[in-house]
């Protein structure tokens, strides 16, 4: 079986998967896991673990092929269900965005708004964004992680739904920054997707009036 | 709120009826009539099931056609009512108010429980009170499985949802984006000419081999509509029908605890509440438990009887919304066949 050594430390646990870190060659790794289920019938959870771990191997390399800043695949084991990917030195942006000044803080949320209209520009949605799937290291640079509900797409419904769920997220936690930091986040958009703005901006608001995400996610924030 | 027994009491104590109307304990009575069920219940606001009486439209072949059931229902409501009544050893005038399903459900069929309801109200010149039937299928489950803030999953023959009480409404974590998971495996079996459920759940201990069907999660939602297509594509294409009902029976239950066990691990709640006519299902149970243990939750049923619809959960929670003064006038008694379970406020909950 496929692998590169001995992970060392779990760093976290999700419904799904677990992510441990590795050293490998002198290089930081993460393996992302996915735990089979003991609930499902043994040939159903192999298959949907070796579907998943392909899809989101596939998602995060066609993401970079856009230009999106996120981890390096180095391997995909898929026997195991695991991805071996580049480790991101950094903080989860919504440790971060509560200590910046103004101009700092409108910066990185340009900067994420560039990140997540290159992903929406090449026909992907995140699925899950929120703060702490976006990971900044010390030069303010912003990378998307966790592709694990990421799909491939052309509907804007699920990128605004993105765009919404970015959006709660930052009310919950950071309810001050909120205004501004989206602000700044939909300049980093716009200049990326352009044209096609004000239809997502649209389709946002379609959701927020439908309530229905109010707070179901709230607690992913 | 006061004439409520303690949430964490399983058994409500025991009083006479007489004993309870001296106390000033409130009798309601609810019908029930969203879809194949006529159901005529009695409870009261001590926790109490006075009556439960239920009958059921059995289409003759196929599934339910919405005007024939609602015939159904017309043709059987006086006999049902009255035995709900002399069940409750209780007359006309001592009720404290008169409860029906308004939504979600068939149209047809929430009108015919609808317009009776308004009939008793006003003739008898007591309270109507709108109950939504989802609701109702969630709080009959706290009162009998005695849990306090559950996730629920709430699985029937025309509902799929996962939902969890948060800032004063049942808030939905997910749901099915086409049809619901009771309707795939009913509209299959009857298909495949052995009828709804539970047959195609007894068909699958049959199978000698497993059949992949396509598997739909999306984040927190699910979908039947393309796995119905597949295994109906399976037995056109020969293979065994016990084969192609463990895919498809094993699919939707490992569907319906994926997104149950998301919901969990998102909230860290402790219970699992499972409700609606799929909750009888021995194999759903059964992982749910598998994946409750590892998370350290505990999976709470109440009785098949009050699983499925039922004319006792439209009572019951008519008592939680007459002591919370939610009734509504004859003129504003429209039914909601489309109603979100989110539109309630749901003010009795804590």
Request: charged letters at 25%; a neutral charge; one cysteine or more.
């Amino acid at each position: 079986m496929l692998s590169l050594g001995e992970p060392t430390e779990m760093i976290r646990l999700g419904a799904e998967a677990a992510i441990y870190t590795l050293n490998w060659n002198g290089m930081e790794l993460v393996a992302k896991k996915r735990i089979p289920k003991p609930y499902r019938h043994p040939l159903l959870d192999k298959e949907i673990r070796m579907q998943r771990t392909a899809s989101e191997a596939r998602i995060i390399s066609e993401a970079k092929k856009h230009g999106v800043a996120c981890p390096a695949i180095i391997l995909v084991d898929l026997d195991d269900a695991t991805i071996y990917m580049q480790r991101i030195r950094g903080t989860e942006a919504r440790n971060v965005i509560g200590n910046l000044n103004r101009e700092t803080l409108s910066m990185l949320a340009k900067r994420v708004g560039a990140l997540t209209g290159m992903l929406h520009g090449g026909g992907i949605a995140h699925g899950d964004l929120t703060l702490s799937n976006v990971i900044v290291d010390e030069r303010m640079n912003p990378y998307l992680v966790d592709f694990g509900l990421a799909t491939f797409t052309k509907d804007i419904e699920e990128f605004a739904v993105d765009v919404h769920l970015l959006d709660r997220s930052l009310q919950s936690t950071h309810y001050s920054l909120r205004e501004e930091f989206m602000r700044s986040f939909m300049e980093g958009y716009g200049t990326i997707l352009g044209g096609i703005l004000h239809k997502i901006l649209e389709k946002v608001k379609e959701i927020e009036s439908r309530g229905r995400y109010v707070e179901r996610r709230r607690r992913w924030g | 709120m006061g004439l409520l027994l303690h949430k964490d009491d399983k058994h409500p104590r025991e009083l006479s009826l007489w004993e309870a109307l001296k106390e000033g304990t409130k009798v309601v009575l609810g019908i029930e009539s969203t879809a194949h069920t006529f159901g005529v219940g009695v409870a009261s606001s001590d926790g109490r099931i006075l009556a439960n009486e239920n009958r059921v439209y059995k289409p003759p072949k196929g599934g339910i056609h919405p005007r024939e059931a609602a015939q159904h229902h017309a043709r059987v409501a006086p006999e049902t009512l009255r035995a709900g009544i002399s069940r409750a050893g209780i007359s006309l005038s001592e009720l404290d108010g008169i409860a029906f399903s308004v939504g979600p459900g068939l149209g047809p069929c929430l009108r015919t429980g609808a317009t009776i309801a308004r009939t008793l109200a006003l003739s008898l010149n007591k309270p109507l009170i709108a109950v939504n039937h989802s609701v109702a299928h969630i709080e009959i489950g706290r009162l009998l499985a005695g849990c306090r803030d559950p996730m629920v999953l709430y699985v029937a023959g025309g509902n799929t949802l996962v939902v969890t009480f948060s800032a004063g409404r049942y808030r939905v974590f997910g749901e099915t984006l086409d049809i619901a998971a009771g309707n795939c495996l009913d509209a299959f079996g009857i298909k495949a000419g052995i009828g709804p459920m539970p047959m195609p759940e007894l068909m699958a201990e049959k199978a000698k081999s497993f059949v992949q069907l396509p598997y739909t999660v999306k984040g927190m939602d699910v979908s039947f509509s393309g796995l119905l297509t597949a295994a109906f594509l399976k037995l056109k294409q020969g293979v065994a029908l016990e084969d192609v009902c463990l895919g498809l029976t094993e699919t939707v239950y490992s569907m319906l605890t994926e997104v149950t066990e998301r919901a969990v691990a998102y909230t860290a709640k402790k219970e699992i509440l499972v409700v609606g006519g799929l909750a009888r299902s021995k194999r759903l149970r059964e992982m749910l438990d598998t994946m409750a243990r590892e998370r350290g939750a505990e999976v709470y049923t109440i009785p098949d009887e009050y699983a499925g619809d039922n004319g006792a959960m439209i009572a019951w929670n008519g008592v939680l919304q007459l002591l919370s003064g939610m009734v509504v006038d004859v003129e504003d008694s429209r039914v909601k066949p489309r109603m979100r379970i989110d539109e309630v406020d749901v003010k009795w909950f804590g």
